[in-house]
């Protein structure tokens, strides 16, 4: 026996001193900012409050609880370990007025706030090994309630014996003989410890001893707190899928939705009950027996004197209210957590996930998602109703252009199905987003918004003897368009003369430059977007051009923590300018036009006095339907398709630009701000030649220009009186202007 207690003590040393378990990476969404001004909606931080399980009370004293009337909400946010430090709890004041947060107090002495943020959303939990599942906490964290409750009920002499107690199994038996049934073990928690550390669930003599012997080994060597702590992180309390619940810690997100610190003494008594079976005592599927074991914990309690008549009997009369099942976070975001997992082993490796209990702060935003979700199944349906096309699919990807970062992603119609993420894996020819990319190639080659482009039939043929005659989507010509106008409209042969005269080397390089990765065929047809894309690489491309030629790359990672709450990571912004910002300015403000008089005037009508920026596509037949947009804040890229590259029977504009739409409606729009860039003057260009001109004497049209490329304005001296459109215009005009000329 002292040989074999030798055995023993190695195997428990190497278990309690080593890494007693593999825990999961753990994964949040960014942290909600809250300041005055922010676009942020009554409603919206409601749904952010319910993502995070918040409880609406009458007055909110403890964190975790808000209270909601007449577009103020007040929140006792809950203390939390940001990637950048600590924070504490906070009692918070929030105003609302339309889609924006009008003010921001401190809920307790009414001082005004400029910026706060809440605690982030935990999503999921990645790497789960051994079938196994938890969250750990540290004693400190756990509610003086629930070890009192534990000990009550499991090891009334926890604190006593020496890992095993016979008292404990002769009080058990007396107990259960009084009851007529089984209330109480004889095995003490350090006995349980042993059991679910080292050995089997058989019932044999065999295991009874080597349990008990190991149970004195670790009173022996480890003080009663290290011991309760391994219990409470280790003990067996449910079953979520193919993964065994395990630990009070994770077990109060499987029932409740909540930290284990934010518990009533109804659910603390609840989580007690299910030590005993989690599966016999299993809530969702067995209700009463539940409740009848939660309310025996809690008549113990009470017995002992833990807990006050008043709070039994509250918590007797409590329904049992678990959380739906499995709505921990796992499957939440199926379509971002796959981006997530593909860039952490592009950036660190194949092997990172294997570290035990880092935590990774995402930049997802779990209002932009909600909003993509929406949008998404809610303008398909109607969709597929219309076209009779019950197969139509669609993607998603929005973006924060200012920083880089992915706010939301969604894989398909269905945006809960883990299977095939079309966002990132879908590559389809992009039509005409591709042509923004033309005009800002052309833009930073000598041409302005205001130069003709002609608008005639053009016949090409190739190497091979092939012959290509593109057409305007609409049949028509028109002889010779602005180049700002050949943009808005979205027209064809305007951009392939544009595309030809520049020359398709210098498009291809811009394309390049804008962020596609992948090989490019420079043919004629790439100019009207024969280019495959995947709708992320689409919003990677207009990302460039949202920020003026400035390109960074997405990322979907903010920071990572080690298991010690250390700092291991924290992304750097890295920005590198590959295009002139004149180019990309002026290439910017023509897709505000898109959306104010040409292919996306539908935004313009549905959020009137508002500035946006975009592109409709669309593909051959049309099978694919695309737009990309954006606003001050977020890029939005949209694709509507079919899987077997059928055809959809929808542009741009009637499919992929009515999901932005949807999604605006429930996002709200914030008006574009363009940044002029050095050197960008507002100039009059002749509308019949697009030189800059004297306003008085022909039609113009004042348009932003680089001014340090223009050779000077042609004045009414250089006009012929048809040039001049004097015979278009009233003869007291005409006079005025002769006048005005002589002086």
């Known amino acids: 026996m002292g040989v074999f207690g030798i055995y023993l003590d190695g195997k428990v040393k190497s278990r309690f001193e080593g890494q007693k378990w593999a825990l999961p990476a753990l994964v949040y969404s960014r942290p909600l900012e809250l300041f005055p001004g922010q676009k942020l909606s009554y409603q919206q931080m409601l749904r952010e409050l319910q993502m995070l399980n918040y409880r609406k009370v009458g007055d909110p004293t403890r964190p975790g609880e808000y209270s909601a009337a007449n577009n103020r909400i007040e929140v006792h946010r809950r203390p939390f370990n940001f990637a950048d430090g600590p924070e504490e709890a906070r009692p918070i004041a929030l105003t609302f007025e339309g889609q924006r947060l009008k003010k921001m107090q401190n809920a307790e002495n009414g001082r005004e706030l400029g910026y706060a943020r809440m605690d982030p959303v935990l999503l999921d939990r ?50 259960n003989i009084k009851a007529g049934r089984t209330v109480q073990g004889g095995s003490t928690l350090t006995q349980q410890l042993a059991k679910n550390f080292f050995l089997t669930q058989d019932r044999s003599i065999w295991r009874k001893i080597q349990e008990a012997y190991m149970a004195v080994i670790i009173d022996f060597r480890y003080s009663k707190d290290e011991i309760l702590e391994a219990y ?3 003990v067996y309390l449910g079953q979520n899928g193919s993964q065994g619940v395990y630990g009070f810690g994770l077990a109060s997100y499987f029932y409740f939705g909540l930290p284990l610190g934010e518990l009533t003494a109804d659910q603390v008594a609840l989580m007690v009950a299910l030590v005993k079976g989690p599966s016999f005592y299993d809530p969702w599927r067995n209700p009463e027996r539940a409740k009848e074991r939660r309310d025996l914990v809690l008549r113990l309690l009470a017995n002992e004197g833990h807990i006050d008549r008043d709070t039994y009997e509250q918590a007797s009369d409590a329904a049992l209210q678990p959380i739906e099942r499995g709505r921990m976070g796992y499957g939440r975001t199926p379509a971002f957590m796959g981006l997530l997992r593909e860039e952490l082993r592009e950036r660190f490796g194949a092997e990172f996930l294997s570290q035990s209990g880092i935590k990774i702060f995402s930049s997802l935003d779990p209002i932009a998602q909600h909003a993509a979700e929406q949008a998404v199944q809610e303008e398909v349906k109607r969709l597929k109703a219309n076209t009779r096309r019950d197969d139509l699919e669609a993607a998603m990807v929005v973006s924060n252009w200012r920083k880089g970062e992915v706010s939301a992603l969604v894989g398909g119609a269905d945006p809960s ?11 389809r020819q992009i039509g005409s987003l591709i042509k923004p990319a033309v005009y800002a190639a052309a833009l930073a080659n000598g041409y302005t918004l205001a130069s003709p482009i002609k608008d005639e039939p053009i016949t090409l043929r190739s190497n091979g003897g092939q012959v290509w005659k593109p057409n305007n989507y609409d049949r028509k010509f028109r002889g010779q368009v602005m180049l700002i106008d050949a943009l808005a409209k979205s027209l064809n042969v305007p951009t392939v003369n544009l595309g030809m005269s520049i020359g398709l080397d210098k498009v291809v390089d811009n394309l390049k430059r804008l962020g596609v990765q992948q090989p490019i065929q420079a043919y004629p047809s790439l100019m009207l977007g024969t280019l495959e894309l995947t709708p992320y690489e689409v919003n990677q491309m207009y990302l460039t051009l949202a920020n003026q030629g400035l390109y960074q790359p997405l990322t979907s990672i903010r920071a990572i923590q080690d298991e010690q709450g250390e700092l291991i990571y924290q992304h ?124 008085r004497c022909e039609q113009t049209r004042l348009l932003p220009a680089e001014a340090a490329r223009l050779s000077g304005v042609r004045d009414c001296y250089q006009q012929s009186p048809i040039q001049q459109g004097t015979f278009e215009q009233p003869v007291s005009d005409w006079l005025r202007d002769i006048f005005n000329f002589a002086r």
């Open 417 to 427: 199905f883990a299977g095939f993420n079309r966002a990132l894996a879908a590559r």
């Open 232 to 234: 409470l992180n280790e």
């Open 126 to 175: 990645l790497n789960v090994e051994k079938r196994e599942d938890r969250l750990l906490v540290r004693l400190e964290q756990v509610p003086p309630l629930l070890i009192t409750a534990l000990l009550t009920v499991e090891d009334k002499d926890f604190y006593q014996h020496d890992g095993v107690s016979p008292l404990a199994i002769l009080r058990a038996l007396v107990v």
């Open 572 to 695: 750097a912004p890295t920005a590198t300018q590959v295009m002139e910002p004149e180019a990309g300015y002026l290439a910017l403000y023509g897709m505000t036009k898109v959306v104010a008089n040409g292919t996306a005037a539908h935004l313009a009508a549905r959020f009137p006095n508002r500035v946006m920026a975009g592109k409709t596509g669309t593909t051959n037949d049309l099978r694919d339907t695309w737009y990309a947009g954006l606003d001050n804040e977020e890029l939005v890229t949209s694709w509507i398709g079919r899987d077997n590259n059928g055809v959809t029977g929808l542009t741009g504009s009637s499919g992929a630009l009515r999901v932005y739409s949807r999604y605006l409606d429930e996002r709200g729009v914030d008006s574009l701000e363009l940044t002029v860039p050095p050197g960008i003057d507002q100039v009059n260009f002749a509308v019949q030649d697009g030189v800059p001109a004297d306003p």
